[in-house]
């Protein structure tokens, strides 16, 4: 089965990056029909769609927070990465990567990460 793991700091000061990385293991990140994305949770909120890395390389981003943000991958390690540049305390939450299948109505968020708790603080 397909496994998803995140792994970077948990503390982050303010006005810096985050970084993220996801390990895909079971499974390949160039596979079709198959989007690798991240989705946020902060405290006493709902989830929200960051954004993702498509098959062919393609990346799709949150209109919210795309001057901030940029999904890469690194196919020969089955990787892909987040970076959230100029952060906030407003950006704490638990940071989830997902596999999408794009071919299905809708689109199937199919595979979790656990999640990885990021706090932005002085």
């Known amino acids: 089965q397909v496994q998803l793991q995140e792994s970077g700091p948990g503390l982050v000061k303010p006005s810096q990056t985050l970084s993220l990385t996801c390990t895909v293991s079971?499974?390949?990140?160039?596979?079709?029909?198959?989007?690798w994305s991240w989705i946020r949770q902060p405290p006493g909120k709902g989830l929200e769609r960051m954004g993702a890395?498509?098959?062919?390389?393609?990346?799709y981003y949150s209109p919210s927070l795309k001057s901030h943000t940029s999904i890469s991958r690194d196919t020969s390690k089955n990787q892909f990465s987040l970076q959230l540049s100029s952060v906030t305390p407003e950006d704490t939450a638990v940071y989830y990567c997902?596999?999408?299948?794009?071919?299905?109505?809708?689109?199937?968020?199919?595979?979790w990460g656990q999640g990885t708790q990021v706090t932005v603080s002085s």
């Open positions: 997902a596999r999408v299948m794009i071919r299905s109505d809708p689109a199937e968020y199919d595979y």
């Open positions: 079971c499974g390949s990140i160039t596979t079709s029909y198959y989007y």
């Open positions: 890395i498509a098959y062919d390389g393609s990346t």
